[in-house]
């Protein structure tokens, strides 16, 4: 048995926690907060459920695969998520790829040819990730990983190939070579995602969303709630309120943390966190991370965050969804100048595109009853303003105000009566996801997404070692791209390395 220390309790800590629990190794998970989940969590207010971070995830094959291992699969409501899309051109609920395609062509039939073109790429590259309907290698061992890589291995000549194509174009060098720049199809085709992702992931991240997208119907902090108490009942330690300000180290090797002026020491410490601040701030000992290392891991891009606007309203969901259809609206509805990339455009609120997701369509419960919740989100600019303000809150809380009210009123075309009906309103910034989840710059999905950007060289690699012996990273940082299959990669390899 092995003494594990496992900092942050998001899904990856959650999971490895369950999963070395289970080999019995004797684990004990350290959140700064008073609930675990981290970005797949939740919160009431005034009797309107919201969800912090997660709102949807895919890779569902790999989830339920690592659910069933720990044993909770049956205690979790998984619930597959339809996607509205809705722009001045077109407006429908697609039912596969396929299917959308057809919404395109409709919507711009001088520009077959184009979409012609373009289709024809996203096709080639759309089954690239491999089967949706099986697990990722990382989640077996043995003869069972080998007979799992084996489809990769056989694809690998053409993935290399495509890969080479598209590999490092972004989404935004994509669209421009079959759309003219700022037209609405270069913007729908370059916008599609993160910021200038990567173009062979625009094809997988569509079809992956009529195919692969769920969500948890009782929330995702009851998805947290279930695995932190099976976690307990393993004889885990789940220490609630309790921040780690150091990672402790002798000779070279991660020994234990510090938490409230007391040292617990360990076998094994699991980062299930972010990765800058794990070496930047808790480590004790900086020496050990090479000085080329420190520079990259300082001024590593991390992906854009969100600002999320949270309603609740005094509207039935039967009325609701009357006007959203389907519980996640994608509203494609980006104005003349908006720039993700330009921090000093005090208008960009008004400007960009608003994507709409109803917890209380989901499930009723999630608001009173005869009331809907409502949330309204977009990714954000960098350090948007002067980062909200330059630390003066007066400035940081008309910043919010503005920026929350732009919001409002775009989704309010979409759903007439909206202002009238609000009795709860708020907003996250990247500030608040930078305080609740300890993500650099509030960051959504760990490193950036741009391939220009990379902080690893393999951007579907996992990598959960570090300079330091015994110091292993367990979150989706451990994978350029991030998300919940990230960090559910990064748990399965810690566990598997922990012996």
Not at 173 to 201: I, N, Q, R, T
Not at 253 to 258: E, I, L, N, T
Not at 293 to 298: A, F, R, S, T, V
């Amino acid at each position: 048995m092995k003494s594990v220390i496992i900092i942050g309790s998001g899904i990856g800590g959650l999971i490895a926690g369950n999963l070395l629990a289970k080999k019995g190794h004797k684990t004990t998970i350290f959140e700064a907060h008073g609930i675990p989940g981290g970005y797949t969590a939740g919160f009431y207010r005034k009797g309107y459920y919201f969800e912090s971070g997660t709102l949807t995830f895919e890779a569902s094959a790999s989830v339920f695969k690592a659910m069933k291992d720990i044993g909770v699969f049956e205690k979790i409501d998984f619930e597959k998520i339809r996607v509205r899309f809705v722009s001045e051109d077109f407006d429908g609920v697609p039912e596969d790829y396929d299917d959308y395609k057809k919404m395109i062509y409709t919507a711009f039939p001088p520009d077959k040819e184009k979409l012609d073109a373009a289709f024809a790429d996203l096709d080639k590259i759309a089954g690239l990730m491999g089967d949706m309907d099986e697990p990722m290698p990382y989640l077996y061992g043995g003869l069972k990983m080998m007979k799992s890589m084996l489809p990769y291995i056989l694809g690998a000549p053409k993935l290399m190939k495509l890969s080479n194509l598209y590999g490092s174009m972004t989404s935004s060098e994509f669209a421009a070579k079959y759309f003219a720049k700022e037209s609405k199809l270069y913007k729908l085709f370059g916008g599609f995602g993160y910021p200038d992702m990567p173009a062979m992931f625009v094809g997988s991240a569509l079809l992956g969303i009529f195919k692969d997208l769920w969500t948890v119907k009782g929330g995702m902090q009851s998805w947290a709630d279930i695995l932190a108490e099976n976690f307990r009942k393993l004889g885990g330690d789940l220490k609630l309120n309790s921040y780690v300000d150091k990672i402790i180290t002798k000779n070279g090797a991660a020994v234990g943390v510090s938490c409230k002026n007391t040292v617990y020491d360990a076998d094994y410490v699991i980062s299930a966190g972010d990765y800058k601040k794990t070496f930047l701030k808790l480590l004790d000992d900086k020496s050990l991370i090479p000085g080329d290392l420190q520079d990259n891991i300082g001024g590593a891009a991390v992906s854009e965050g969100f600002f999320t606007v949270y309603l609740g309203l005094n509207m039935s969901n039967e009325e609701l969804g009357k006007y959203m259809k389907v519980p996640l609206v994608f509203n494609f509805d980006n104005k003349p100048g908006c720039d993700i990339y330009n921090s000093e455009d005090g208008e960009f609120f008004s400007k960009t595109s608003v994507s709409l997701y109803s917890p209380s369509m989901v499930n009723p419960k999630h608001a009173p009853e005869g009331k809907s919740s409502l949330m309204l989100q977009t990714t954000v600019p960098y350090h948007w303003m002067n980062n909200w303000g330059g630390g003066d809150k007066e400035v940081y809380g008309q910043l919010k105000e503005k920026a929350m009210d732009a919001m409002i009123d775009s989704a309010a075309r979409l759903v007439p009566g909206l202002k009238e009906c609000i009795e709860y309103k708020d907003a996250a910034t990247p500030l608040t996801y930078e305080r609740f989840t300890q993500n650099t710059d509030g960051a959504s999905s760990a490193w950036s997404w741009n391939p220009n950007k990379k902080f690893y060289k393999n951007t579907m690699s996992v990598n959960i070692e570090t300079p330091v012996k015994n110091l292993y990273i367990g979150s989706c940082w451990a994978m350029q791209i991030g998300g919940v299959p990230g960090a559910l990669a990064a748990a399965y390899l810690c566990a598997k390395k922990i012996k």
